[in-house]
């Protein structure tokens, strides 16, 4: 096509340079126009594809590589804070266990001395109870052992009174048995 | 009026000698056409040599050169599928190549995709590639692309001259495509500017139609832009779609 171009240089370029029609159609300007076009495309298609090309793509590749790792990077320190967090909860979970258990354990213990120290306080009281019951029953014994002997002493001197004569002891002992 | 088409012409800023090929004059000076395709290449060089950072967070130059290349290597993956990666340098380079001359074209004043010479050199230079990967990809079975299976026996011949035809026009079609916008564009443009001198000289009425026309202008101005980007992604579109015709010729 080019060429039949080319051709026609010789038909057109006969009537005048500059006078009507488009100037688009003065094929005289035509040769220089492809030539330099062709070199011009040559060299800049040789530098964009060797030089400039790779570079963008590999800024545009490197991107992509640099945001897919560092959203595997934030996935994975995501997965491990879970990890954590969970075995967390399970810690603080355990410490709270133990810690009801120390509590129930305390409590348990407190109740058990305070019920050993109330039976020993019992124990003495009951002791001290007996101890008080016992001597006053030796009292009372004593007592009623002495309302005999009044008795025997009041029965004799009322006898003598009466009769006028001592009643002997054994008298006396027999008559109030 | 200044004349609309005189932007279009081609003056010699650097004269070199003419050198004949197959008896071909070929003038080799540069001209400001080739001025304008050099400034593109300088600055899709010098732009790329800034963008393509190895920053992890891009800054904005590296976040627009970024950004274009991804949109071509969508383009390559999506149409040529997982062989797209091996065209993707030359698409790319057809896209940016495109893409600069065309936005030069709204900055300075000339534009060097308005010249037919030029986006119909790219053309063939699709076409040239298509039919070399084609060719290298698939021997003697390139032919297959001109007779789509399941098509009946009897239909067949007229089916492969369509199809013969239809390729051939491709190049035609890349190239018009892309001239026909630029200088439209810029036409129009150059048109509208006038008339806002024009009418400005014609005292209060003409005020309120120079207003008008000037209104015009940004506007057009700001679909020019669009236009410009719109038409570098046809390109490298269109590119994608013919390389893939002859990179899957079993599935055509």
């Known amino acids: 096509m080019a060429t039949e171009n080319h051709g026609t240089v010789a038909t057109t370029e006969a009537p005048g340079h500059e006078g009507g029609g488009l100037p688009q159609l003065q094929f005289q300007h035509w040769g220089g126009q492809v030539v330099w076009l062709l070199l011009i495309f040559a060299v800049l298609y040789t530098v964009l594809s060797k030089g400039l090309l790779p570079r963008v793509s590999g800024a545009i590749d490197e991107r992509g590589a640099k945001i897919a790792g560092d959203i595997a990077d934030a996935r994975r320190l995501k997965d491990e804070a879970e990890v954590q967090a969970r075995a967390a909860a399970a810690e603080v979970a355990e410490a709270r266990a133990k810690a009801q258990k120390t509590a129930a354990d305390a409590k348990a213990k407190a109740a058990a001395e305070a019920s050993e120290r109330q039976a020993k306080e019992e124990a003495v009281l009951a002791e001290k109870l007996a101890a008080a019951e016992a001597s006053i029953q030796a009292a009372r014994d004593e007592a009623m052992s002495h309302v005999r002997t009044v008795a025997e002493e009041t029965a004799g001197a009322i006898v003598e009174k009466l009769t006028g004569k001592a009643a002997s002891a054994v008298e006396l002992k027999t008559a109030l048995a | ?252």
Request: a neutral charge; charged letters at 10%.
């Open chain 2, 1 to 252: 009026m200044a004349d609309p088409m005189h932007q279009f012409q081609i003056s010699k800023i650097v004269e070199l000698p003419t050198v004949n090929v197959l008896g071909l004059p070929i003038d080799l000076s540069i001209t400001n056409s080739v001025a304008a395709m050099l400034l593109a290449a300088t600055l899709v060089v010098v732009f790329y040599a800034a963008a393509a950072r190895k920053a992890v967070v891009p800054g904005r130059l590296q976040t627009v050169g970024e950004m274009l290349y991804g949109l071509v290597d969508g383009l390559a993956e999506s149409i040529i599928g997982h062989e797209g990666k091996k065209f993707l340098p030359f698409v790319f380079t057809l896209f940016a190549f495109v893409l600069f001359m065309n936005l030069q074209g709204m900055f300075l004043v000339f534009t060097a995709t308005s010249q037919l010479a030029v986006s119909l050199t790219l053309g063939l230079l699709v076409i040239l590639t298509v039919v070399a990967v084609g060719f290298a990809k698939n021997g003697i079975k390139f032919f297959k692309l001109f007779a789509p299976s399941g098509v009946p026996g009897w239909i067949l011949p007229l089916v492969v001259l369509i199809e013969i035809v239809s390729f051939l026009v491709r190049p035609l079609t890349l190239a018009l495509r892309l001239f026909g916008n630029m200088v439209g564009g810029h036409v129009v443009l150059k048109i509208f500017a006038g008339f806002v001198v024009a009418l400005g000289g014609l005292g209060i009425l003409g005020w309120a139609g120079a207003a008008l026309a000037l209104s015009s202008v940004v506007a057009l101005t700001a679909l020019e832009f669009m236009v410009a980007f719109l038409q570098a992604f046809v390109f490298a579109v269109l590119t994608c779609v013919y390389l893939n015709d002859v990179v899957h010729l079993d599935s055509h």
